[in-house]
């Protein structure tokens, strides 16, 4: 007996299927496990219904290669770097033999505080409670899991392929812009303008994040707390939640200068930890507003873009 509350029931082996990894990368091919740490995370796992309530399928470690790990050492070679060449707009296509497709953005492997927390798992053991002892059906397929997901759709069984790609926007850059000021945001839905916001609904309540705001090229910013409002409850209105997007949806945020960062509509909309991305509301007319965005969940400041001019969706 230990003080572990999760190492408490046996494990089981998940069959991995091989593994190839292609997209905006210069050596693409297949993965070598072998080589590679195995992680462990501890998930509860739940599905949607048709009725709209969600149906919890059981709780589970699983051990297996974390994406963080399996992608290290592949060579990012963007088809936009000409025009971009942040690593802040990549996100990943992951499919199986099935066809069924799933996305993460390059933010919710490499830049969280916590790393390590989408895996493809190759071990399940049940998280057995201690008075019930209810056994939940077991997984017999190696499967994608993302820790931090409230509603497990992304978490698809039996991944064969991972493309890399960078979001597909084109947007000129214009480094160093002043003053840079933009009073309204685009709304975007594969391509096609949906809406804008230029006010605030005002019955959202503003929320105050302590945080201590670090680049990973200037370091230290500063220690002062973001005051906004939460990003999904401004954006819920224009971009109802649904499976389909949470599996397949992918944002990008794009300020008036051309910075822009990729989002998982999952990341945004489905989290289990409560780390929010933050709109904060700069005072009128200064540099860098009227909007910008700042991301709780994320160890570095990167995908605190700057005067906010357009919101994109695709899935």
Known sequence: MTNNFYDKS???SLPLKELVVDGEIANPGPVDFTSLHKRSVIVKEALPENNGSNRFTGAFRYDGYSLFDILDRRIIKKV???EYNS???LFLVIEN???EKTVFSWGDIYYPGNL???IIASDVSRIVPSKTKELWEL?????IVAANDLITVRNISGPVKITVRSYPLSMKMNRGMSPMYSPVIKILENSRKTGEIDLIPGHLRKERFEVIFYGRGRG???TTPFTGLLVKEVLGNFFPVNPEKIRTGMLCFAGLDGYRCAVSFSELFNRNDQQEF????MNKNQDGGEWRMFAACDFFSDRAVKSLSEIHLSF
């Open 97 to 99: 033999d099935k066809g």
């Open 116 to 118: 390590h927390k989408v």
């Open 80 to 82: 936009n770097a000409a």
């Open 10 to 12: 046996e494990t089981y």
């Open 87 to 89: 690593v802040i707009d």
């Open 139 to 143: 997984p017999v397929d190696s499967k």
């Open 220 to 222: 230290i910013h500063s």
């Open 278 to 281: 933050l709109l904060v509301n």
